[in-house]
T-cell receptor
Framework: DAGVIQSPRHEVTEMGQEVTLRCKPISGHNSLFWYRQTMMRGLELLIYFNNNVPIDDSGMPEDRFSAKMPNASFSTLKIQPSEPRDSAVYFCASSLGSWRGAGELFFGEGSRLTVL | AQSVAQPEDQVKVAEGNPLTVKCTYS??????LFWYVQYPNRGLQFLLKYITGDNLVKGSYGFEAEFNKSQTSFHLKKPSALVSDSALYFCAVRAVTQAGKSTFGDGTTLTVKP
């Protein structure tokens, strides 16, 4: 059974460029989460969706960040323009059941972003 | 606001010895509690969770955790550590009323020496 699939696994870009990270959740999971991991700040929840609808984006750092979920099997996290402080590992996770439930998170392998 | 504290950045044990990774939490109301493990350059993997009921929860790979409401703790334990258990461990909490928002601790690096 395929897990959460993220692409690209590694991205190196220059400051000011647009970055798009992609995620395919586990089939049948109806909650999707984007996290960012850094040494300084640990794991931060950026945004989460339930049934393709954004529920809470209060963790998105600023307007340069945007996320979409056009259908149940695909989500994107976009950074435009990118800055060096955006360098981090970005994780997508999905969960079965209601976002109000106690379902555990299934994480992808992450996308390591380096902004020069 | 909800929060998680993992008071030890690092835990080192010898193979075959019992291990404990500590976690305390703060939430309003009842919690859902989780443990995840992360190996280098990998995503987090779910180990176990507490929802309600029995305070002792058993999970994957021989791990277990004990929910202690009075001490607001959820320590991860294993009776006999393996070298392959060496990894980064995260405790996470979500208040039952804070749907969707899990808060993660800073992580504890477990090293099991042969």
């Amino acid at each position: 059974d395929a897990g959460v699939i993220q692409s690209p696994r590694h991205e190196v870009t220059e400051m000011g460029q647009e970055v798009t990270l992609r995620c395919k959740p586990i089939s049948g999971h109806n909650s999707l989460f984007w996290y960012r991991q850094t040494m300084m700040r640990g794991l931060e929840l950026l945004i989460y969706f339930n049934n393709n609808v954004p529920i809470d984006d209060s963790g998105m750092p600023e307007d340069r960040f945007s996320a979409k979920m056009p259908n149940a099997s695909f989500s994107t996290l976009k950074i435009q323009p990118s800055e060096p402080r955006d360098s981090a590992v970005y994780f997508c996770a999905s969960s079965l059941g209601s976002w109000r439930g106690a379902g555990e998170l299934f994480f992808g392998e992450g996308s390591r972003l380096t902004v020069l | 606001a909800q929060s998680v504290a993992q008071p030890e950045d690092q835990v080192k044990v010898a193979e075959g010895n019992p291990l404990t990774v500590k976690c305390t939490y703060s939430v309003s109301g009842n919690p859902y509690l989780f443990w995840y493990v992360q190996y280098p350059n990998r995503g987090l993997q779910f180990l176990l969770k507490y929802i309600t009921g029995d305070n002792l929860v058993k999970g994957s790979y021989g791990f277990e955790a004990e929910f202690n409401k009075s001490q607001t703790s959820f320590h991860l334990k294993k009776p006999s550590a393996l070298v392959s258990d060496s990894a980064l461990y995260f405790c996470a909490v979500r208040a039952v009323t804070q749907a969707g928002k899990s808060t993660f601790g800073d992580g504890t690096t477990l090293t099991v020496k042969p």
